[in-house]
């Protein structure tokens, strides 16, 4: 199948979004999940803007092994030189060169005629043949260029050697039929196009929202690059987003017809990177990779996605590389996510019971925004009336610091009122307490999950510990509450064998085998 390539600004444009400043070592990291992702391109920077921008250029060239890296560069001398020096050690190097066509931009920018636009561009792509074969040029704000003289200074960056030619929309100005009707209207009109196989790139910004819309136009009117970030940043409103074009293509592939090298499975995990280097929150909604776009709260559409995915799902979120969608559980979710969750928590309720706890489900979610996997542990615990503890924390003393064996001695107080007491060493304090406990109890689980969060202000702040235990394919959580945090721990830990131990001795009665 035919490809788009997928020309990456993240580290140029995207760079360029207030507060996003990335250093070099971020640079490098981002570039290499790029290179993971299966980008075509990168563009590394802006090389003449800063030494900084340079040396992060130059490290990039060096490091990356598959795609071809990319420099910015005005039409001037001494920008295009340094471009080159960037880029030079790439193995793949690629000099990208500007200059401003508009009317607005020739009048109230560079203040020059035509003539001089055209001499220039020139000029500079002929000067950055020294340095790669592999030109890009783009006459900025292509979209509001007349089309007369777009066809003009296409066909003579064309002949000067400009293998690429991309036609911007710089201020996200553009609408998805003008913007196509470019692309088609300089591919009937200059034959040079085809008969030396340039490739057509869009680079569409969101002043407008329609980014990615004006892209997807491109593509279908020949264009065979797109210039895009991950998680859309840019100037001002950002860019089209990578992720979003990536996937239209790949699920409308019944459309579109043409696919993209792009590793989807490795989006999300490329999204976070970007979103943390430069901290740039992804918005909930954002498609693809926002943290809504693949949960469901609605009551219909839980039911729907538990029957069958894809009556609500266009996308297998394996597909952009997470484990699967998630049901958020609010006011507005149905008996069958509500069932479906007590079953992932361990739960084996009757239709009684489970009607029972999904009534105080539904007044609680009045309540709160979104009601979490311990709130419903409370609710199930409740309707199977484990509350009563089999071990309680009886006392606890443990050892630790730079040179000591971390060692905890644990004695817990059973349900007949009997102490028990057991030391064990471990890999810290809070592994002995663990170590100390799973001795006293006979129950051997696996930790999957440990969180720690101050509830309350001040040096004697309220500590909770939230943890999750594997058993026999089974998960539960346990919470423990106190001002000493490896208190919490063991309170935590305890709580969550008893309620396990409760569960399994249940199960045990049910089956008849106690």
């Not at 039929?177 to 340039?198: C, D, M, T």
């Not at 004695?411 to 799973?438: K, M, T, Y």
């Not at 959580?477 to 935590?492: K, M, N, Q, V």
Request: hydrophobic letters at 40%; aromatic letters at 4%.
């Amino acid at each position: 199948m035919e490809t788009v390539r997928i020309f990456d600004t993240t580290l140029r444009d995207g760079e360029q979004s207030p507060g996003a400043t990335l250093n070099l070592q971020e640079k490098l990291e981002i570039a290499r999940q790029l290179e993971a992702l299966g980008v075509d391109i990168i563009e590394a920077g802006f090389p003449i803007s800063s030494p900084g921008d340079f040396e992060a250029v130059k490290a990039v060239a060096s490091a990356i092994t598959k795609s071809t890296v990319c420099g910015l560069s005005r039409c001037i001398p001494a920008d295009i030189d340094r471009a080159g020096e960037a880029v030079k050690g790439a193995k793949y190097p690629r000099i990208h060169v500007f200059c401003a066509t508009s009317k607005i931009h020739r009048d109230h920018k560079l203040r020059k005629g035509k003539e001089d636009i055209i001499r220039i561009s020139v000029e500079s792509i002929k000067q950055a043949l020294q340095y790669t074969t592999d030109i890009e040029f783009s006459p900025e704000d292509a979209s509001r260029t007349e089309l007369e003289f777009l066809e003009e200074i296409t066909q003579a960056a064309i002949e000067a050697g400009a293998t690429t030619v991309n036609l911007p929309d710089t201020v996200g100005y553009a609408t998805p039929k003008s913007y196509g009707e470019v692309f088609a209207h300089l591919i009937r009109k200059l034959p040079i196009i085809r008969e030396k196989g340039i490739i057509l790139s869009s680079h569409c910004h969101d002043d407008l929202g329609m980014a990615v819309a004006n892209s997807l136009s491109a593509v279908e009117n020949g264009a065979r690059q797109v210039e895009c970030t991950i998680n859309g940043i840019g100037e001002r409103a950002g860019n089209a987003s990578l992720e979003e074009v990536v996937m239209a293509l790949k699920v409308r592939q019944d459309h579109y017809k043409i696919g993209t090298r792009i590793d989807t499975t490795k989006i999300c995990p490329t999204s976070r990177m970007v979103s943390t280097l430069t901290g740039l929150t992804v918005q909930r909604n954002k498609a693809i990779v926002g943290e809504n776009a693949f949960a469901h709260e609605a009551g219909i559409h839980q039911d729907g996605v538990l029957k069958f995915r894809e009556t609500y799902e266009i996308m297998d979120p394996a597909s952009v590389g997470l484990a699967k969608s998630s049901l958020v559980l609010g006011k507005h979710s149905g008996r069958h996510a509500f069932k479906e969750r007590v079953v992932q928590l361990g739960y084996n309720l009757t239709e009684e019971q489970c009607e029972k706890a999904f009534a105080k489900f539904k007044a609680l979610a009045d309540k709160k925004k979104e009601v979490f996997d311990e709130d419903i542990e409370a609710l199930v615990d409740d309707q199977l009336e484990l509350i009563h503890q089999l071990w309680q924390l009886a006392g606890m003393q443990v050892i630790a610091g730079s040179t000591a064996i971390p060692t905890a001695t644990v004695s817990l107080q059973e349900s007949d009122g009997q102490v028990i007491q057991d030391a064990s060493i471990g890999d810290g304090p809070v592994d002995a307490i663990f170590s100390a406990i799973q001795r006293l109890t006979g129950v051997h689980v696996n930790l999957t999950d440990f969180r720690i969060r101050a509830i309350s202000k001040g040096k004697e702040a309220l500590g909770e510990v939230q943890i999750e235990l594997e058993h026999s394919g089974r998960k539960i959580r346990g919470r423990g509450l106190s001002t000493d945090i490896l208190e919490a721990s063991a309170l935590a830990y305890l709580a969550a064998i008893n309620r396990m131990r409760s569960l399994n001795d249940r199960v045990k009665i049910i089956n008849g085998t106690v």
